[in-house]
T-cell receptor
């Protein structure tokens, strides 16, 4: 597609339930990142995928969080047993190259707003 | 540990005046810096970038300045327009690592 697409745009769930957030990156973009923005906070890195390499999971806050990227395209971020502190906007971004060049900019989706009651 | 810092959470500027948004970083291995702009309910959009080998990059009303010795960069918007009202994030790319580090953002309000 023309941009990074994320779904759902809004999700309200009860504490303890599992949620899945989906990201459809720009076609041909090899790098995909997940960030989250909690209220009043900056962008917190969660995980990134680059091609067929093992993902960098160093930002995942706990083992309740996991992500996969199937076929080098669509990615799903899964949060198990959600907690109220998981409430945030989850942003997905993709880029053509995960490298150092003037063309390496992230294109973000509009985000998925998660509210855990 | 916040490696990219934006110490001003908000800034108000009169239309037509200059807006200056500041960003500090701690990691000397950062070698590429970017500014993103975010409107409510939208994802951040890329605005302007600068390589660490330069000290200035200009694109229309937007100029980014980099002071490597001070580990400081700034974004200048002149003249400021009401449509510039948004949250601005500073970001840095690590070398090695290909990781983007974002600041906490500065909310700019341009007053008509």
């Amino acid at each position: 597609g023309a941009g990074v697409s994320q779904s759902p745009s809004n999700k309200v769930t009860e504490k303890g339930k599992d949620v899945e957030l989906r990201c459809d990156p720009i076609s041909g973009h090899t790098a995909l990142y997940w960030y989250r923005q909690s209220l009043g906070q900056g962008l917190e890195f969660l995980i990134y995928f680059q091609g067929n390499s093992a993902p960098d999971k160093s930002g995942l806050p706990s083992d309740r969080f996991s992500a996969e990227r199937t076929g080098g395209s669509v990615s799903t971020l899964t949060i198990q047993r959600t907690q109220q502190e998981d409430s945030a906007v989850y942003l997905c971004a993709s880029s053509l190259l995960a490298g150092l060049s003037g063309a390496n900019v992230l294109t973000f989706g509009a985000g998925s707003r998660l509210t855990v009651l | 540990d916040q490696q990219v810092k934006q110490n001003s959470p908000s800034l108000s500027v009169q239309e037509g005046r200059i807006s200056i948004l500041n960003c500090d970083y701690t990691n000397s291995m950062f070698d590429y810096f970017l500014w993103y702009k975010k409107y409510p309910a939208e994802g951040p959009t890329f605005l302007i970038s600068i390589s660490s080998i330069k000290d200035k990059n200009e694109d229309g009303r937007f100029t980014v300045f980099l002071n490597k010795s001070a580990k400081h960069l700034s974004l200048h918007i002149v003249p400021s327009q009401p449509g510039d009202s948004a949250v601005y994030f500073c970001a840095a790319i690590s070398n090695p690592g290909n990781q983007f580090y974002f600041g906490t953002g500065t909310s700019l309000t341009v007053i008509p």
